[in-house]
Nanobody, 120 residues
Framework: QVQLVESGGGLVQPGGSLRLSCAASENIFSIVSMAWYRQAPGKQREMVARFDSAGTTNYADSVKGRFTIARDNAKTAVTLQMNSLKPEDTAVYSC??????????????WGQGTQVTVSS
């Protein structure tokens, strides 16, 4: 069963950086579009960054200028570079993607989530 696998979460001090990565568990799949979401305790899940099938990117206002979403040239992994992190960025981050195997699509795939904690 194909899964989205995330990595890169952890604990970082305010002002620090982290890079999250998300890729399909089977490397025959390319990433057509992807979004990163986050959910903090007691809060609703929110979209942080995304790109669509045309390569257009969008960011939540709260992370503009600090976070960057990017897909590698092979289109098999997506990273979320997070700079100038703030305590309010603390949340569980999850990736959501549409995948293409070369012959069929898998839509609305979710990763397992990775914890990001920003604290001194």
């Amino acid at each position: 069963q194909v899964q989205l696998v995330e990595s890169g979460g952890g604990l970082v001090q305010p002002g620090g950086s982290l890079r999250l990565s998300c890729a399909a568990s089977e490397n025959i799949f390319s990433i057509v579009s992807m979004a990163w979401y986050r959910q903090a305790p007691g809060k609703q899940r929110e979209m942080v960054a995304r790109f669509d099938s045309a390569g257009t990117t969008n960011y939540a206002d709260s992370v503009k200028g600090r976070f960057t979403i990017a897909r590698d040239n092979a289109k098999t992994a997506v990273t979320l570079q997070m700079n100038s992190l703030k305590p309010e960025d603390t949340a569980v981050y999850s990736c959501n993607a549409d995948l293409y195997s070369g012959s069929y699509y898998l839509y609305d795939m979710w990763g397992q989530g990775t914890q990001v904690t920003v604290s001194s």
